[in-house]
């Protein structure tokens, strides 16, 4: 059994092109887990390991790595960039207890770090700060830790200043120890040495000198007290001080470098051991009723000695079979163990265990509180799943994934596949929860559900090459909603006599527009027994079981209130299937007087363009029916910030790659709903008919 004080389970997360990847090759390096780093340029990093990413250049999945440092074992993994896979970095971040925000040097705090750094503080994850790519053109230091401040809110405590820019950058100055740590051009990291602070920055390091200790030192009146007295505190003082603020997420210790130029990258390992949490140090995780899903105020305390408690937090399947990941919160875990999924209610047992180094492994026996780790053929575990001992039945606190926003109708080109295909996409489904599927009852069309084009593009093109199914796929479908923007008093007599007992059932209601997001709420105010509260819940469920399909165009309808007050009943006749058939008839006859009316969503989308083609960029987001929010002018072009209707996005990269020489970049994510006018919302209606016709 390892010491808990000497874990870190750290992520490592940014915007898609700021460099994670790369910086998890170099800690791999540097920590002796692999002896040649992989580039990401040619394909060949560890971590992206599937096709689609080497290809591609980006990450998709969060890979999990294992490496020590200074005594110290850390659990990496590493996260995606692209917004269409930010599930990925939410689940890690829950699992996490550190994590490191890796921003470009010359893109700064770009749209994807902004969703990412949210994402952290909603996990409330203690964070290092890495400025990487200090030796690419236009990158500025200063510049990026003073939009950490301006565009997160956060506060970075400044732990090295580089030492040159751009091309000139050679190596870091510790603000701390007042050493400079410099390069050769060997380009090897190993291959530095440690001298003065040159004679051109020792004002500037010592200002951040200052800053830092009193920063540092808020976190310990004694020490300030004596501080301000003219006492000077210890390094490990000064250090211990600055390990409880970044646990407290008071601020962020900032270091700089460039990873693919292998400098600065051990400063961030010291500061991963020396400030960022070991598992006995962050909150313990909540425990949560299985039924109700709120917290029972017990939480899961990381000890080897307590029972066992861990989550399922990823499901991956490859050539060995299916992987589950986990993270052991309590307790320790055994092989041949027996097991409670207390999701699911069932027991199993557990075969073999790994560790994981990308997609190799390493076997292991036993594994306890703070590891994150990897079991071999788990049947029934799907992500979120709290596993536990049997005889000490928890919940930890569940996952809530974002709903997907776009769609697409696949079917196999051939017959044959049709059964390789759903298995196929069964694994995929278990794999990645922002995926879903359905089958269009009518058409029997199989509809893929994602976050985004790439989302989906990324999933075709896995379905082809790992599963080997060729598809012929639809257009994308944006999710339309539909709600009322009206109250309506009504009332509804359901009653049907044939020999027998009869069906009676009577709801005097108000149906009005809810609050936005509230999705459907039910209330009775009912005074009186005219209608028995034993058949509330009946007429509930009628109501709740219509929401799925509008009257317009068979869509989800959102937001709306319904109100029961009055009703009648009858002795012999009234049962909770006739109140539950009267609110369903109900539904139908008054939504339509309810004025209701089709919402679109709306996505947050982030553009970033060269100073010349602003413009041109603007007047596109114009005609797409785009609202324009902000603009920001940056080092190297503009950020405009816009809200744009889903239906109006399709194709946009290329579009915007054309306007603005290949240069442009773009993100976006799901933002909220808003009513759709009334010429999209008649063509939309009109595609609905002539689906309905066809069948």
């Known amino acids: 059994m390892s010491d808990l004080a000497h874990y870190r389970n750290i992520g490592i997360f940014a915007h898609v092109d700021a460099g994670k990847t790369t910086t998890t090759e170099r800690i791999l390096k540097l920590t002796g887990k692999i002896h040649k780093s992989g580039e990401v340029h040619d394909g060949e990093s560890t971590t992206d390991f599937m096709e689609q990413e080497a290809e591609r250049g980006i990450t998709i999945q969060s890979a999990a790595t294992t490496c020590f440092w200074k005594d110290h074992r850390m659990n990496i993994i590493d996260t995606p960039g692209h917004v269409d896979f930010t599930v990925e970095v939410y689940r890690s971040l829950k699992v996490l207890d550190g994590g490191v925000g890796v921003f470009c040097g010359s893109g700064g705090v770009e749209p994807q770090s902004e969703t990412n750094w949210r994402y952290a503080n909603e996990s409330e994850v203690a964070r290092i700060i890495f400025v990487n790519k ?73 200002a951040y000198h200052e800053l830092l200790i009193e920063t540092a030192l808020e976190q310990d009146d004694e020490l300030l007290m004596a501080y301000m007295e003219g006492e000077m505190p210890t390094i490990a003082q000064i250090k211990h001080c600055i390990r409880e603020g970044t646990r407290k997420i008071d601020f962020f210790p900032t270091y700089c470098g460039s990873a693919f130029k292998n400098k600065g990258v051990q400063n961030v390992l010291d500061a991963v051991v020396d400030y960022l949490p070991s598992p006995t140090e962050v909150d313990p995780q909540p425990l949560t009723d299985p039924d109700t899903g709120e917290a029972t105020g017990e939480f899961a305390i990381v000890d080897v000695k307590e029972p066992l408690r861990a989550l399922a937090f990823k499901i991956m399947d490859d050539r060995f079979g299916a992987l589950t990941f986990v993270r052991i919160y309590s307790g320790t875990l055994n092989k041949g163990d027996t097991i409670l999924n207390s999701a699911t209610g069932k027991t199993e047992r557990i075969g073999r265990m790994v560790e994981m180094h990308a997609n190799d492994r390493t076997e292991i026996a036993t594994a306890q509180a703070g590891d994150i780790i990897a079991i071999v053929g788990m049947k029934n575990v799907q992500t979120g799943h709290t596993l536990c001992d049997p005889k000490h039945e928890c919940t930890l606190e569940p996952m809530i994934f974002p709903e997907p926003v776009i769609s697409i109708a696949v079917s196999p080109k051939d017959k044959g596949s049709t059964e390789k295909m759903g298995i196929a996409i069964g694994k995929m489904v278990a794999e990645d929860p922002s995926f879903q599927v359905e089958t269009d009852e009518d058409s029997g069309e199989t509809i893929l559900k994602g976050m985004g084009e790439l989302h989906l593009d990324i999933k075709v093109d896995i379905l082809k090459r790992t599963y080997g199914v ?45 609050e936005a997001n509230s999705g459907f709420t039910f209330k009775s105010v009912v005074v009186g027994g005219n209608v028995p509260k034993e058949f509330f819940p009946a007429i509930e469920k009628g109501f709740k079981s219509m929401m799925e399909q509008g009257v317009l165009a068979g869509y989800p309808v959102l937001d709306v209130e319904v109100e029961l007050y009055d009703g009648g009943f009858h002795a012999v006749d009234s049962s909770a299937v006739a109140f539950e058939i009267a609110a369903k008839g109900a539904f139908r006859q008054s939504i339509p007087k309810a004025s209701p009316q089709l919402i679109e969503p709306i996505m947050k989308v982030d553009v970033f363009t060269p100073d010349d083609h602003v413009g041109d960029v603007i007047g596109d987001l114009n005609r797409r029916r785009g609202m324009i929010k902000d603009q920001e002018a940056g080092a190297t072009g503009v950020r405009v910030k816009a809200d744009v209707p889903l239906s109006e996005m399709f194709g946009y990269i290329g579009q915007l790659r054309t306007m603005t020489s290949g240069r442009g970049q773009f993100s976006m994510e799901f933002s909220h709903y808003s009513q759709c006018p009334q010429n999209v919302a008649e063509a939309v209606m009109e595609e609905a008919r002539v689906r309905k016709a066809a069948k």
Request: hydrophobic share 35%; net charge negative.
């Open 470 to 514: 060729e598809l012929e796929v639809g257009q994308p479908q944006v999710a339309y909603r539909e709600t009322i923007t009206s109250e309506v008093e009504d009332s509804y007599t359901h009653k049907k006599q044939s020999g027998g007992s009869g069906q009676f059932g009577k709801i005097d209601y108000r149906i009005r527009p809810g």
């Open 134 to 206: 200090l030796d690419r053109m236009g990158a500025d230091f200063y510049r990026v830790t003073k939009q950490v401040k301006d565009v997160l809110a956060a506060n970075p405590l400044i732990m090295t200043l580089p030492i040159g820019i751009e091309e000139n950058f050679v190596g870091v100055v510790d603000v701390l120890e007042k050493k400079a740590y410099i390069w050769d051009d060997t380009g090897l990291p190993e291959n530095y040495e440690i001298t003065d602070v040159p004679a051109d920055m020792v004002d500037d390091v010592e």
